[in-house]
T-cell receptor, first 113, second 112 residues
Framework: NAGVMQNPRHLVRRRGQEARLRCSPM?????VYWYRQLPEEGLKFMVY????????ESGMPKERFSAEFPKEGPSILRIQQVVRGDSAAYFC???????????FGNGTRLTVT | DQQVKQNSPSLSVQEGRISILNCDYT??????FLWYKKYPAEGPTFLIS???IKDKNEDGRFTVFLNKSAKHLSLHIVPSQPGDSAVYFC???????????WGAGTKLIIKP
């Protein structure tokens, strides 16, 4: 059973470009979470999704950021018009139910130049 | 406002000795706590958890203690091994809320 798969592992974008981060949850997991980790900080919740639904996006910036988890395919975190402050590690996690521990992917490290 | 605090950014321990990582929280509504371990360039890995109805949970070399009155929990690793060198995150959860609240992490260094 493959773990949570994130790609790409590293992503470099120039200011103003778009960044697309992909996450395939573990098999059987319908709950997907995105977290952001800034240098020297813990993980910050961004968004919680179930298939085709955004359950909670209270941790996500109101502008330029969006997330989806379609019926088929991976979850996508999309950042439009990236700025230097978006440089961070973005982690995806999944679990089969809310009472189960989260399983994390290895993250996507976004660098904005 | 940091609801979960790990006040030690780093900790250095001799191989074979006990490592004790501490975590304090402020919200008395938290009722489930988890420890995650993270190596560089990898995602966090779940280590051990404890429900607020317990004061101790043990899994092999890892034991988590919870002191609800002090709003404090600790992770004990005995004996410490070189592979334990990593960043350890404490996280808390309210049953009615799926959001994990994370501490900033403690970097554990095991010296040979």
């Amino acid at each position: 059973n493959a773990g949570v798969m994130q790609n790409p592992r590293h992503l470099v974008r120039r200011r103003g470009q778009e960044a697309r981060l992909r996450c395939s949850p573990m098999k059987g997991h319908s709950h997907v979470y995105w977290y952001r980790q800034l240098p020297e900080e813990g993980l910050k919740f961004m968004v919680y999704l179930q298939k085709e639904n955004i359950i909670d996006e209270s941790g996500m910036p109101k502008e330029r950021f969006s997330a989806e988890f379609p019926k088929e395919g991976p979850s996508i975190l999309r950042i439009q018009q990236v700025v230097r402050g978006d440089s961070a590690a973005y982690f995806c996690a999944s679990r089969p139910g809310v009472s189960s521990p989260l399983h994390f992917g290895n993250g996507t490290r976004l660098t904005v130049t | 406002d940091q609801q979960v605090k790990q006040n030690s950014p780093s900790l250095s321990v001799q191989e074979g000795r006990i490592s004790i990582l501490n975590c304090d929280y402020t919200n008395s509504m938290f009722d489930y706590f988890l420890w995650y371990k993270k190596y560089p360039a990898e995602g966090p890995t779940f280590l051990i958890s404890i429900s607020s109805i317990k004061d101790k949970n043990e899994d092999g070399r890892f034991t988590v203690f919870l002191n609800k009155s002090a709003k404090h929990l600790s992770l004990h690793i005995v004996p410490s091994q070189p592979g334990d060198s990593a960043v350890y995150f404490c996280a808390a959860l309210m049953d009615s809320n799926y959001q994990l609240i994370w501490g900033a992490g403690t970097k554990l260094i095991i010296k040979p």
